[in-house]
């Protein structure tokens, strides 16, 4: 009976994780020197990796992947289809999957705010900025540099700003959901 409890508040969890990128992905806001949209996909998988276990994590960003590539208005803007995903700024997409693993793998145990940002500030953030610029380049032709500045240096600041708030709600949740009793 526990493990039917426990799975099914598993599943709920990255139900409402996706669906919290899933919406969150619609605030985009374009910007003129760059394709890539401004908008808070990367607070939402930041907030995923930290609350949600590595294995957990995968399946929310698969679906999520699957979402949108079937045709559901699920990336940037409330876009969608593999031609979003394969892409010009696709790598952000790929990004999503193995930053949100890799940050979930080295959050530790304790719900510490500075490990929480230090992760996702010296891992996710790095993951998410070198599969879009290696995309880039694959996708444009762009060398390196040019990919650099396309589409990640315009938005480094942002991602420090909601690594930070990303860290700051996790702390709170993860306390929150550990208080948790299903008696």
């Keep these: 009976m526990k493990k039917d409890r426990d799975n099914i508040y598993s599943m709920t969890k990255i139900a409402l994780c996706v669906s919290l990128l899933g919406v969150i992905s619609y605030f985009a806001l374009p910007l003129p020197m760059t394709p890539v949209v401004l908008s808070f996909q990367t607070l939402?998988?930041?907030?995923?990796?930290?609350?949600?276990?590595?294995?957990?994590?995968?399946?929310?960003?698969?679906?999520?992947?699957?979402?949108?590539?079937?045709g559901l208005p699920v990336f940037s803007g409330g876009s969608a289809g593999l031609g979003?995903?394969?892409?010009?700024?696709?790598?952000?997409?790929?990004?999503?999957?193995?930053?949100?693993?890799?940050?979930s793998l080295l959050k530790g145990k304790d719900y510490n705010f500075k490990r929480y940002t230090a992760v996702m500030l010296a891992v996710a953030m790095p993951i998410q900025h070198i599969c879009a610029v290696i995309m880039m380049c694959i996708h444009n032709g762009?060398?390196?540099?040019?990919a650099f500045v396309s589409v990640s240096a315009p938005f480094i600041i942002g991602d420090v700003i909601k690594s930070i708030t990303a860290s700051l709600l996790a702390v709170a949740i993860n306390k929150a959901e550990s208080k948790r009793n299903f008696n």
């Design 44 to 70: 939402a998988v930041g907030l995923i990796s930290l609350i949600l276990s590595p294995g957990q994590c995968a399946w929310a960003m698969v679906l999520y992947l699957f979402m949108g590539a079937i």
């Design 84 to 103: 979003k995903l394969l892409g010009p700024t696709g790598g952000y997409y790929f990004g999503f999957l193995v930053s949100a693993v890799v940050a």
């Design 142 to 146: 762009f060398d390196i540099k040019a």
